[in-house]
């Protein structure tokens, strides 16, 4: 089983709103990422939790505020967000470091508009 | 700044023909990975190069590093339309192993 699950798939949401992505895998791995792709672009990376310890940051805008609250789940809080936001997000897993070998397995992605 | 680039960015080929991709990366990194993604899916993971030389394959792919170089390629025999999507390298950057960067990308287009 390497599913990675991702909530909601569809997100409409104005420029003062705050929502949530969620994302939750039960593989046993402790290493969660957020990705960012826009439409005919490669992921980018936005986070990394290593064992629920936010491990990397790429200079990602305080709009979006990550949250690991155990080893399962990860959070992308999103508030204030700009039209330029809308993008698919992808929560992604892997069992430990990469470095090992271990695969990052994604999930099928939320797509979000911001209006 | 970190580069991972593929080539070419798209690609159109006829069934039954062969052709090989090309990821080139401006970095040291001998962790190397190879995914599928197909219109509006999530990306599938193909091949983990792990080493110098290191050679994968499955079915009608292989994929193949050099670290010297900094040069993997994803090489397509007999190509056959279900293989049409876009292809993405990916080179893990950090020591602690935990830093992936994707390539620009090939869109392949399999044509019967």
């Known amino acids: 089983d390497t599913e990675v699950t991702q909530t909601p798939k569809h997100l409409v949401m104005g420029m003062t709103n705050k929502k949530s992505l969620k994302c939750e895998q039960h593989?046993?791995?402790?290493?969660m990422y957020w990705y960012k792709q826009k439409a005919k672009k490669p992921p980018e990376l936005m986070f990394v939790?290593?064992?629920?310890?936010?491990?990397i940051n790429e200079s990602v805008p305080s709009r979006f505020s990550p949250e690991c609250p155990n080893s399962s789940l990860l959070n992308l809080h999103l508030h204030a967000l700009q039209p330029e936001d809308s993008a698919l997000y992808l929560c992604?897993?892997?069992?430990?470091?990469?470095?090992?070998?271990?695969?990052?397995?994604f999930g099928e992605g939320s797509w979000l508009t911001v209006v | 700044e970190l580069k991972v680039e593929q080539n070419p960015l798209f690609l159109s080929m006829q069934e039954g023909k062969n052709y090989t991709i090309y990821c080139n990366y401006s970095?040291?990194?001998?962790?190397l990975y190879w995914y599928r993604q197909d219109p509006g899916k999530s990306l599938e993971s193909l091949f983990v190069?792990?080493?110098?030389?290191a050679v994968k394959q499955e079915g009608r792919l292989m994929a193949s590093l050099d670290t010297k170089a900094r040069l993997s390629t994803l090489h397509i025999t007999a190509a056959v339309h279900d293989l049409s999507a876009t292809y993405f390298c990916?080179?893990?950057?950090?020591?602690?192993?935990?830093?992936?960067?994707f390539g620009t990308g090939t869109s392949l287009t399999v044509i019967p």
């Open positions: 970095t040291t990194s001998d962790r």
């Open positions: 190069l792990l080493s110098n030389g």
């Open positions: 990916a080179v893990d950057m950090s020591r602690t192993g935990n830093q992936f960067y």
């Open positions: 939790y290593s064992y629920e310890k936010l491990s």
């Open positions: 992604a897993s892997s069992r430990g470091q990469t470095s090992s070998g271990n695969t990052i397995y």
């Open positions: 593989m046993g791995h402790r290493a």
